[in-house]
Nanobody
Framework: VQLVESGGGLVQPGGSLRLSCVAS????????MAWFRQAPAKEREFVAA???????NYAPSVKGRFTISRDNAKNTVHLQMNSLNTEDTAVYYC????????????????WGQGTEVTVSA
């Protein structure tokens, strides 16, 4: 199983980035996909999620600025981030959460290694 994030980098305040996460080794369509982030010296926090059916949920701090999307044919989830500010600086992680009932614990969720986003002038 692999979740490989990409697209992070350095961007100025007000700028945009698009993160991608490519999944392999599991049935992508059976999983909700989510993005979390962890800023320096802070706990990991939820950013956005999308179910296999396309329902979305966002953290209040990013709603209206970030958009999550998924391409089930390519086993990929994206996070379009607009109007970035310094508080968005963090390592962003991709997470897969099983939507199946009774799935084994070892198959219930997967995490990527993260991609770093730095918002700075």
């Amino acid at each position: 199983v692999q979740l490989v994030e990409s697209g992070g980098g350095l961007v100025q305040p007000g700028g945009s980035l698009r993160l991608s996460c490519v999944a392999s080794g599991f049935t992508f369509g059976d999983y909700a996909m989510a993005w979390f982030r962890q800023a320096p010296a802070k706990e990991r926090e939820f950013v956005a999620a999308m179910t296999s059916g396309g329902s979305t949920n966002y953290a209040p701090s990013v709603k209206g600025r970030f958009t999550i999307s998924r391409d089930n044919a390519k086993n990929t989830v994206h996070l379009q981030m607009n109007s970035l500010n310094t508080e968005d600086t963090a390592v962003y992680y991709c997470k897969a959460e099983s939507e199946r009932i009774g799935v084994r614990a070892t198959e219930s969720e997967y995490w990527g290694q993260g991609t770093e986003v730095t918002v700075s002038a």
